[in-house]
T-cell receptor
Framework: GESVGLHLPTLSVQEGDNSIINCAYSNSASDYFIWYKQESGKGPQFIIDIRSNMDKRQGQRVTVLLNKTVKHLSLQIAATQPGDSAVYFCAERGGGSNYKLTFGKGTLLTVNP | ETGVTQSPTHLIKTRGQQVTLRCSSQSGHNTVSWYQQALGQGPQFIFQYYREEENGRGNFPPRFSGLQFPNYSSELNVNALELDDSALYLC?????????????FGQGTRLTVV
């Protein structure tokens, strides 16, 4: 069945360092992937997305890499700031008429000043 | 702010009761999805509504039902509440179900069943 998992449940970094959050997915039919940030008491906030016909996409301080060969997704955050502290989820869309997003459990990122 | 608003923000119900949660989607978005997020877990898809019809459902029992109105706002109804229904319920809207675009989430409704 479909599943989206994360390699590390927690990640602690120093302010100013780069952060890398990893995600594995199992549904080879997934055609769209999204990274969300969720702060305590709030709903998930869209960070960046990538379609399956791409292997890299960059945003402001964030980069998403997609490796379809090994079904792996990563989120890179440059110059991590205390405001980046949150739980990060990757989500996949199954493709075709299946529009639901399947989320992993999340990675808690803690940025130390 | 995403423009997706949910009400109420917090709710306490007794086991066996029924609850209705509400969601106003972002302006112009005709597709609304509902998710359940248990503590420490990722959101789990409940169902999706497109132009007032359900067009996708996750592994949730029939006592979870919904509605979408002509203005694309939506309701999630849960009957015969169980303790395990305690969770954060999230509503997400998308521009159109046929478009590969991101879903914007509301802040959620925290439901506690006692």
């Amino acid at each position: 069945g479909e599943s989206v998992g994360l390699h590390l449940p927690t990640l602690s970094v120093q302010e100013g360092d780069n952060s890398i959050i990893n995600c594995a997915y199992s549904n080879s039919a997934s055609d769209y992937f999204i990274w969300y940030k969720q702060e305590s008491g709030k709903g998930p906030q869209f960070i960046i997305d990538i379609r399956s016909n791409m292997d890299k996409r960059q945003g402001q301080r964030v980069t998403v890499l997609l490796n379809k060969t090994v079904k792996h997704l990563s989120l890179q955050i440059a110059a991590t700031q205390p405001g980046d502290s949150a739980v990060y989820f990757c989500a996949e869309r199954g493709g075709g008429s299946n529009y639901k997003l399947t989320f992993g459990k999340g990675t808690l990122l803690t940025v130390n000043p | 702010e995403t423009g997706v608003t949910q009400s109420p923000t917090h709710l306490i119900k007794t086991r066996g009761q029924q609850v209705t949660l509400r969601c106003s989607s972002q302006s112009g978005h005709n597709t609304v999805s509902w998710y359940q997020q248990a503590l420490g877990q990722g959101p789990q898809f409940i169902f999706q509504y497109y132009r007032e019809e359900e067009n996708g459902r996750g592994n949730f029992p029939p006592r979870f039902s919904g509605l979408q109105f002509p203005n694309y706002s939506s309701e999630l109804n849960v009957n015969a509440l169980e303790l395990d229904d305690s969770a954060l319920y999230l509503c997400a809207s998308r521009l159109d179900r046929a478009m590969n675009t991101e879903a914007f989430f509301g802040q959620g409704t925290r439901l506690t069943v006692v």
